[in-house]
């Protein structure tokens, strides 16, 4: 299985900074990298699909860059709803799509 | 507005089958994939398997022995069986709609999750 490792695990930041999660994977998913969003007590909500492309109604501080084997989520000018847990899954090839353990951004 | 809400107990005793029943409205399960994730603090996101075609399927290999998803296009259901349970299938049970975007399969639908708790 192609494993996912995010970093860091959590974040800190404040109302307007611009944070960057990155997600590593164990061999190249070329550009099949996805991002979800999920609050507590809610399903994962998807945010950017192959790597770069928003998901109709995500904001545009939502961005997302990488191929190969390394890439990243930026969120700029965070707003009070960004709060939450971030993942980032490969669809590359045949399954399983494994995700990454998840990063917990949360209010300094 | 495509919707998906699963059903099942919340407790089942270890060793036991688990049967969850996913009921799908605002779209046909007869096209797209039907999946099942789970979510628990150990594991992460797990995705243990789809069905596709009212019928195909594709398992995690860590999981393919236990597992059977299986569809009723006459109630538009997908069901999950996971056998021989343990602890460590303590989890939330998402259903989930994936769909290919351009060229890359995403999860663009899921349940609310249902808890499962594996316990004597």
């Known amino acids: 299985d192609i494993q996912m490792t995010q970093s860091p695990s959590s974040l800190s930041a404040s109302v307007g900074d611009s944070v960057t999660i990155t997600c590593r994977s164990s061999?190249?998913?070329?550009?099949?990298l996805n991002w979800y969003q999920q609050k507590p007590g809610e399903a994962p909500k998807l945010l950017i699909y192959g790597t770069t492309s928003l998901q109709t109604g995500v904001p545009s501080r939502f961005s997302g860059s990488g191929s190969g084997t390394d890439f990243t989520l930026t969120i700029s000018s965070l707003q009070p709803d960004d709060f939450a847990t971030y993942f980032c899954q490969q669809s590359y090839s045949t399954p399983p799509y494994t995700f990454g353990q998840g990063t917990k951004l949360e209010i300094k | 507005q495509v919707q998906l809400q699963e059903s099942g107990p919340g407790l089942v005793r270890p060793s036991e089958t688990l049967s969850l029943t996913c009921t799908v409205s605002g779209g046909s399960i007869s096209s797209l994939y039907w999946s099942w994730i789970r979510q628990s603090p150990e594991k992460g996101l797990e995705w243990i398997g789809y069905m596709f075609d009212s019928g195909t399927t594709n398992y995690n290999p860590s999981l393919k022995s236990r597992v059977t998803i299986s569809g009723d296009t006459s109630k538009n259901q997908v069901s999950l069986k996971l056998k021989s349970l343990t602890a460590a299938d303590t989890a939330v049970y998402y259903c989930a709609r994936m769909s290919r975007f351009e060229t890359t399969m995403v999860v663009d639908y899921w349940g609310q999750g249902t808890l499962v708790t594996v316990s004597s």
């Open positions: 061999q190249s998913i070329f550009t099949y």
